[in-house]
C-alpha cells in the first residue's frame, strides 16, 4: 500500500471500508504531515485532540459496517465555515479566536457524511483576494515554487490539497476563489450552481454570489464531496435551491463523444499569457481526441464582468460587514471617546486594507444618488451577461477556457496594485455573476513550471456533467496526478 | 467623475471607518483608478432590462421565500455571548448612548 497521502479520497475511503486503515491512522498521518509543513502557512488551527475524537467516532461507525462514501475521511476547511469546536477568523484580525455557537451547514452535512476535519485553513480576509496575501494571519506559499502565491481566496485550502496535507478541502468562490487557487496549485475544484450549497455558517461576503464547494485531486473525489455538501436548506438559507440532493458521481464513466465544447472567443484574447495558452490548446486537443466537439462562441460582455463584479460584491460587502461593529463578537477597540468614535476605531483596527478598500466602494455605490448608476446599473448588465450564457449553451453542452490570464504570479508582485488584481479576475468573473457552476481542471504546467487549470462551465444545476467532461479529461491525462517536488 | 478627499472621508463616516491621512489619499487614488474602469459599464444600454438579485432567475422563477414565524431553536445565551466583548448578566454592554 502506498503513503496514506498519496491517496485520493475515493481510494482512501475505500481502504477505511476494507479496514486496511482505520479513521484514526489516517487522522493521524494528515496531522503529522500538516505539523511537517507548517512553513507553508496552509492551516489557522488544528486541534488534535477534536480531530482524533471525530475519527474514533468515524472508525465506531466503520466498525458497525457503515459503508457511507467518504465515511473516516480526514478533510480540513477554509476558515470562512464557522465552526463550534475550532475558531473561526475568516483569516480576518476582526474575529481573531472567533468561537462560533454552531457548525456551517456545509461543516455539518461532510460531518454526517462521516468526514473527519483536521482543522482550519487560512485565506484572504473575509474571502477577498486572489493571492492570499490580505490573509491577517499568514500569507500561503505555492508549494510548486515558494516565492509564489497560491491563489485565493481559497488558498490554504488549494495548498493543503496540493502539498498532500489533506486529501480534500473545502473553499468558497464568490468571484473565482475555488477556481483560480485550484489551477494555480494544480488541482481539481468546483463550486456548483449558486444555491446548491447552504449559505447558513459561512462568513458572509457576498450573498448573492457566494457558493461553497469542494477542491480535491481528481473530479472523482470532488463529485463525492459535492454530494455530501449540497442540499436544500429553505428554512436557513433564503436563496438555497429546493432541488433533492444529488449523487454527483452518477454519470462520471459516461462517454463524451459528442459533448460540445464551446470556446468563448472572448477567452482567448491578447490578455491571456502565451504559455497559459499552449497548455489551454492542448487541452481542448485531447478533448477532440476523446470524441468532443469544438464550438467557436461568444460571451461578449466578459470585459463587463469585471465592473459589474466590482460593484455588486463591494455593495453586498460592505452591508454584510457592518455587523462587525465590536459589540456582539470580534475585536473591540481598546481606546475609544464614545460609541461612534468606537464603531470607527474597532473597524480601522479589526480590517486589513482590501477589505476597507472594498467597504469603502460599496458604501459609495450605495450612497444616496449613486445607487441607480452602479449597483442598479450592475444588476441589470448582471442579467445580460447571464443571458449571454443561455445564448451559447444553445450551441453547446459545456464551455471551456482558462482560469487565469497567466500562472501564479511571484509574493509582493502586486500587492499594490488592486486594480491590478482585479483585472486578472476577468475569466472567472462571468460563471460567478450568472451563478452557473465552474471547474478547474489541471491541464498542464506553464511558466516556470508552474500548473495551469482548465476551466469548465456548464449550465444551471449540470455538475454531473460538468464532473464527468472533467473525469474523462482525467481518465486520459496525468496532470491531476502530479505533485510539487519534496511532497 | 473622480472623488475628492472630502468624498472620501463623507463614504469613510458612512462605513464607520476611521482612516489616517495617508490612508485616505492612498484609498482615494486607489478607488479613482477604479472607478476609471466602472466608466465602461455606466455606456451599456440597460433601458427595459430587469435587474438580476438571484442568477438562477435567469433561467426560472425563484422566489425569497421566508420562513414561517416559530420558535425553533432554543436561544443559546452563554455560547452566543462566548465571543462578546463585554458582557455583563447576560446584556452586550457598549459606551454609554445616553446622558
Redesign the interface.
Known sequence: MSALHELGVAELAAQLRAKKVSAVEAAQHFLARGAKHAALGAYLQVDEEVTLAQARAADDRLSSGDAAPILGVPIAHKDIFVTKDFASTAGSKMLE???S?FDAAVVANLAKAGAVTLGKLNCDEFAMGSSNENSAFKPVLNPWDRSRIPGGSSGGSAVAVAARLAPAATGTDTGGSIRQPASFCGITGIKP???RASRYGMIAFAS??DQAGPMARSAEDCALLLSAICGPD???D??S?DGPAEDFARSLNDPIEGLRIGVPKEFFGEGLAPDVRTAIDAALKQYGKLGAKLVEISLPRT??S???Y??IAPAEA?SNL?RF????????ASQ?A????????T??EG?GDEV??R???G??VL?HGYYD??Y?????????I??D??QAFKQCDVIAGPVAPTVAWKIGERSDD??AN??ADIFTLPAS????PGMSVPCGFGAAQMPVGLQLIGN?CAEARLLNAAHRFQQATDYHLRKPEGF | MALNPQDIARIAHLARLELSASEGERMLAQINEFFAIVEKMKAVDTTGIEPLPHPVAAVREVDLRLRDDVASEPIEREANQRSAPAVERGLFLVPKVIE
Open positions: 479566536n472567533y468561537r455557537p450552481t449558486y444555491g448573492s454570489l429553505p428554512d436557513r433564503s436563496t435551491l470585459e463587463l469585471i465592473p459589474v466590482y460593484i460592505s457592518s461593529d465590536g459589540v456582539k463578537f470580534g475585536h473591540r475609544y464614545d460609541l461612534m468614535d468606537m464603531y470607527k476605531k473597524r480601522a480590517f476597507k478598500r467597504i469603502m466602494i458604501t459609495y450612497s448608476a452602479y442598479l446599473q450592475a444588476q441589470k448588465i448582471r442579467r445580460l447571464a443571458d450564457f443561455q488592486p486594480v482585479y483585472l455573476l450568472a451563478g452557473l444551471y
